[in-house]
């Protein structure tokens, strides 16, 4: 395809546009195409990560610096620490860089990264080496969200020559990273050594291998659809809620992608193979109890009473949190990291509008709810089949040492009024 402003027709006039510059022949051929394009309006800069692992890492940041002087783009240097040891250094230093333009995007702004052709085969090669699924040969995504701004790679329909006679005739410069000759890099491998054979054979692999991550693509899409009929069968009342009995109705491939379409759709990000294929045997299966849960790192899925809840994981509430409350004179209360408090004029009898403190459970507590016997609070909570991750942190309304009410559940009969009475409810941080 030919090089020109063309390529970022996608890209809305008055968003903000930002280049991933690395100082590699890429991204110098992207800022130039960029700063055609954009440069005279004010609405371009340009991003570098330094990531401090290569001897040669301040000579690529000066480098950029004069390149962007050059084009009077503005330059933002983003520093980041990645540990120069250990497993996966190029996965670690990807995931850095990515936190980085994460923190920095503007609302609406698009990243440019330059991302191209040669890059997507060797991806999909890489990939399919390493067992993926359909998701995973779609490969790198065109676009996609990150943070407050938009990832856009406008060069992925672009061969590398392409890049290399685009920059041949408009005379830039780059730099070069000696470690892309490491063929003891997987990536690098399958660059040097395995593609370079299969072009000699099929020159025109790149295209073809392009139209079938295509249709991958459009499988993947059914599939989504797919998940999303099944998700909305199995939906219960509740918010990221599923009915285990309608999850049991699905064969077992249909199970996996719904579900993995549920988790992914909330994390916001690929999960663990490994922790999707334990939900159905783990969770599902008639014979489990309810207190297995399955972390995803931010999130945990747990069975419930025949319902399967997808949650964030959320910091325990201070146990010796204390603090004074009035419903009648302040009928909202937030709670610190745990949702908050609401009083609401009772039709009939309820608590009584004085000062209550509130406080969480202790262990061993009792209480008379109205018109109930006394009972401990372990088998009130149990009765009201409160979910067990909100019985810790459920807030207790006391009068004194005696706890005058438990919010959504009940009044104790010492603390229950005809006049001036107040229903309490708790509004959970879930």
Not at 146 to 166: D, K, N, S, T, W
Not at 184 to 211: A, K, T
Not at 296 to 307: A, I, L, N, S, T
Not at 374 to 392: G, V, Y
Request: positive net charge; charged residues 30%; contains cysteine.
């Amino acid at each position: 395809m030919s090089l020109s402003d063309s390529v970022f027709a996608e890209i809305p006039p008055d968003a903000p546009v930002a280049v991933g510059l690395s100082g590699g022949m890429d991204s110098a051929v992207l800022l130039d195409l960029a700063g055609r394009a954009f440069g005279a309006g004010g609405r371009l800069r340009a991003l570098h990560v330094n990531h401090g692992l290569h001897d040669d890492a301040g000579k690529w940041e000066e480098f950029c610096r004069e390149i962007c002087a050059e084009r009077g783009i503005p330059l933002e240097v983003l520093r980041v620490e990645v540990a120069n040891s250990g497993a996966n250094l190029e996965g670690r230093a990807r995931e850095a860089r990515y936190g980085a333009f994460r923190k920095v995007l503007a609302p609406g702004e698009f990243l440019l990264l330059g991302h191209h052709l040669d890059d997507q085969v060797e991806t999909l090669l890489l990939r399919l080496l390493r067992g993926a699924g359909l998701r995973g040969l779609t490969g790198i995504p065109g676009r996609r969200a990150l943070g407050r701004g938009v990832i856009f790679r406008p060069l992925l329909h672009c061969e590398r020559r392409e890049l290399a006679e685009y920059a041949r005739q408009r005379g830039l410069g780059w730099v070069e990273d000696a470690s892309n000759r490491d063929t003891g890099f997987d990536r690098n491998f399958c660059r040097h050594e395995i593609l370079p054979l299969v072009g000699r054979r099929w020159p025109g692999y790149r295209r073809d291998w392009e139209r079938s991550r295509r249709l991958i693509g459009q499988a993947d899409g059914l599939l989504d659809e797919l998940a999303g009929i099944d998700l909305a069968h199995c939906a219960a009342d509740e918010a990221n809620c599923l009915r285990v009995d309608r999850l049991r109705q699905l064969s077992r491939p249909r199970l996996h992608n719904a579900l993995r379409c549920w988790v992914e759709s909330r994390i916001g990000k690929p999960a663990e193979p490994g922790k999707l294929r334990r939900l159905p045997d783990g969770l599902i299966a008639p014979e489990r109890e309810t207190g297995a849960e399955i972390d995803f790192g931010e999130y945990f899925v747990r069975k419930y009473r025949d319902r399967l809840h997808l949650l964030p994981r959320l910091a325990p509430v201070e146990r010796n949190f204390r603090v004074e409350w009035d419903p009648s004179r302040q009928p909202v209360l937030e709670l610190p990291g745990n949702g908050g408090l609401l009083a609401k004029p009772a039709s009939g009898e309820g608590l009584a509008g004085k000062r209550y403190r509130v406080r969480y459970r202790r262990g061993g507590e009792s209480c008379r709810l109205a018109r109930r016997p006394t009972k401990t609070l372990k088998k009130i909570l149990n009765e009201a089949r409160l979910a067990p991750w909100l019985r810790n942190r459920l807030p207790l309304l006391c009068d004194g040492e005696n706890i005058a009410a438990i919010p959504g559940i009940g009044t104790a009969e010492s603390a229950l009024t005809g006049e001036s009475a107040y229903q309490i409810e708790w509004r959970n941080p879930y």
